[in-house]
């Protein structure tokens, strides 16, 4: 059988010859240390990227986010974000169970943020009664509202108004490069709206591991200290980092591509091209597992979000023949 096409998740792509070398040939060192010379350029590569000091590379973005949020909000403290935010859903409550952090969710459309909404829901620090809220994630582009870009309006007046509310920003942008790729908005445009912010290397971009957390050189110091507690200080990882790099070079400046490749999905499979923003492209009402089951005879896999719907995301690994293949395999199974 040839080759599976792969539409689970844009994480299943594989290292590419081009990549593998970069990494064979890394310069390393004792990160623990700080001596790892790629890990420390790639550190400042994205710090700069983002417009920020300093930056931190963590193995997942889990540990970015979690890192993130707790250099934002103190135990006791809590996080506001939409209800469907990766933070809240998909993290394994780490920030309650590892931070003491509280988290207050508010139902969105679809991962859209609503400034408005997140907002009237700060409580005050200088109450005895409330639990005071220190800061409000972001998600960009949104994972549950399938690959959903926030508007740069709401992030600017999200970004405005906790200023005045005295209220910190997390963004969580594992695929902030397709918001980037999607708007032509600079990076730096999304960083200076966000306190601190966690960006992936493992989605889009390609790599095997890697994420990395930005924010001021004052609460990196501090990032530093949590990722060694939490047993991600990592020794010779410029064998990771180089991957990183090697992608911002040769992944970031193609993501387009994949874009191209979920709208051509969409249209083959007659689904509404407004509700393609990124990468992803979502088949609501069908017999999600029936369906894929069978699409999984003939080679695709597709993701399976719920029982009537199907999930299916473009990357690396998945080029426009693959993407012909798949909307004419699953063509043959949808009844439209
Ligand atoms: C994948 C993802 C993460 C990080 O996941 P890890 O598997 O821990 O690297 C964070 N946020 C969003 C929105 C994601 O899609």
Redesign the pocket.
Known sequence: MSELIDLRSD?VTRPTPGMRRAMAEAEVGDDVYGEDPTVTALEERVAALFGHEAALFVP????G?QIGMRLVCEPGQEVLCDADA?VVT?EMGAAAAIFGISTRTVVSDRGLLDAGALLAQVRPRDDWHLTATAAIAV?NTH?RGFGRVQPLAELQELWDRTREAGVAVHL?G??IWNAHAATGEDLATYGRLADTASV?F??GLGTPIG?VLVGSAERIAAGRLWRKRLGGGMRQVGVIAAACLYALDHHLPRLGEDHEHARLLAERLGVDPATVETNMVVLDDVAAPLVAEAAKAQGVLVGRVSPRRIRLVTHLDVDRAAVERAAEVLNGLLDR
């Open positions: 994480t997942s973005g889990t540990m986010n990766h998909y998600e994972n969580d594992a695929r992936c493992s989605k994420s």
